[in-house]
């Protein structure tokens, strides 16, 4: 296990996903005293070679694609993390990843000495459930496939004294 204190806090995170995410990385990292590495993993592309700073080569897994549409995401992530976090004390870098995001978030976690990932669930949705009906969860991915904590971060609360049986009127 990797000790909490002085240890960086590995995020994953998607173009629009609600600023708790972060915030609650953030909160942990400034707990523990260290930094956040926040990453976004493109399954359009793939990775040519992983650095030593958790960063990594990539390239499209579809060769007749424009390859600099993940410039665009890139910035938009980026853009979406300074806003979220302006004023944070917390120091925090951005990686670029690609493949699986299990997969790449571990590599990134492995790479920086993370103590723990944050992730988000997904938002609620027809298409998202079918997605990770076929695809997993990446939150269970990664529980099960290495050995950091993960914190998964519920994204839509529910109130269950708010919630009926179908058969209660």
């Known amino acids: 296990m990797t000790p909490f204190a002085g240890h960086p806090v590995v995020v994953g995170v998607v173009p629009g996903q609600p600023e708790l995410v972060a915030l609650t990385a953030v909160d942990w990292a400034r707990a523990a005293g260290s930094g956040v590495f926040f990453a976004f993993a493109d399954t359009a592309r793939y990775t040519v070679e992983e650095l030593p700073d958790g960063s ?20 938009v992530l980026r853009g979406q993390l300074a806003r979220a976090l302006r ?26 000495d993370a103590a723990l990932i944050v992730v988000g ?25 290495q050995h950091r904590p ?20």
Do not use: C, Q
């Open 121 to 145: 669930t997904r938002v609620p949705g027809g298409g998202a459930r079918m997605r990770e009906f076929f695809e997993g969860s990446v939150a269970v991915h990664l529980a099960h496939h």
């Open 87 to 112: 004023g944070s004390p917390v120091p925090w870098e951005f990686r670029y990843l690609a493949g699986r995001p299990d997969r790449a978030l571990t590599h990134l976690a492995r790479a920086v």
């Open 150 to 169: 993960v914190l998964t971060v519920p994204l839509n609360v529910v109130d269950w004294k708010e919630i009926r049986a179908p058969w209660a009127s």
């Open 56 to 75: 990594v080569r990539h390239a499209p897994i579809d060769p007749d694609t424009i390859d600099d549409a993940w410039h665009d995401t890139e910035t």
